[in-house]
């Protein structure tokens, strides 16, 4: 598992173009964030609970609330930070090895991820303090 840090995290902007249509956000591998997107899936009528609880050994993300607003609360076995998330044109961008918790989801909130890998329940740690005996 590669080891990162809380400041390795970090919130990004993310390209928007507007005209009197409206607004377009882009975001493309490799080019708005450091990997290619292999996977796209999307968290919406969340009830009041929390979800993540867990790290990831390879894969990285970029979370974005597209509608509505969320905390994600990422770990990195020894500091955390709160980011919250609440603009289609704000991406947060979480590396390998960092836990999350995905907090305080208000009404209508679409939380978009994109990945950098297939989803594989072997490149994840759900179990916290596994995940701190790794890091350590």
């Not at 979370?63 to 905390?71: F, Q, R």
């Not at 390998?96 to 890998?117: H, I, K, M, P, Q």
């Amino acid at each position: 598992m590669k080891h990162s840090t809380i400041h390795d995290c970090h919130l990004m902007d993310i390209r928007k173009y507007s005209d009197n249509r409206g607004y377009l956000s882009v975001v493309e591998g490799q080019t708005d964030i450091p990997f290619d997107i292999k996977r796209i899936y999307y968290l919406y009528m969340v009830p009041e609970v929390a979800r993540g609880a867990h790290a990831h050994k390879q894969l990285q993300q970029l979370l974005i609330a597209t509608s509505g607003s969320v905390d994600v609360i990422v770990d990195d076995g020894t500091n955390k930070q709160t980011f919250h998330l609440d603009r289609p044109w704000k991406g947060l961008y979480i590396p390998a090895g960092l836990w999350r918790d995905l907090e305080n989801f208000s009404g209508g909130t679409v939380l978009l991820c994109l990945a950098s890998e297939p989803y594989n329940p072997d490149d994840y740690i759900r179990d916290y303090n596994e995940f701190v005996n790794n890091i350590h």
